[in-house]
């Protein structure tokens, strides 16, 4: 499966595009695009966004450390990520998940709209 283009969409954050790569977790990748379109309420955990998916995976390279504006699946929580910036676990400059994550694409553009996102809020992701 190659790359497919996605969008996310939130009243507070606005429509930014997004694309999974499929070689990096691919087995991950293919659940999700079954999966989509996905709304779910978010949540924020320092400069991330995260929200529950359909979709159970374990970990597949699995990375302990992620770059701004990875997309990414958490397996203990079943949860798609969104990586803007340093998380509560960050050490230095670096963004670090809760624990390793499945990363699977990244966004693209521009991410300072994602800082306005409330816990609570809906998110929608969709195949472009």
């Known amino acids: 499966m190659p790359k497919f283009s996605i969008v996310i969409k939130s009243d507070e954050v606005g429509v930014l595009k997004g694309e999974i790569d499929s070689g990096r977790s691919p087995r991950t990748a293919e659940k999700l695009l079954k999966a989509l379109p996905i709304e779910a309420p978010g949540d924020t955990w320092g400069e991330e966004i995260y929200f529950p998916i359909p979709v159970r995976m374990g970990p597949e390279n699995p990375q302990g450390a992620v770059q701004k504006g990875d997309l990414a699946y958490w397996p203990p929580g079943n949860a798609f990520c969104i990586f803007f910036g340093r998380t509560p676990a960050s050490r ?8 390793p994550v499945n990363v699977l694409g990244r966004v693209l553009g521009d991410l300072s709209s994602l800082s306005r996102f409330s816990s ?8 472009a």
């Not at 230095?92 to 624990?99: F, L, M, N, T, V």
């Open 92 to 99: 230095g400059d670096e963004i670090r998940p809760a624990s």
């Open 120 to 127: 609570g809020s809906k998110i929608r992701i969709e195949r």
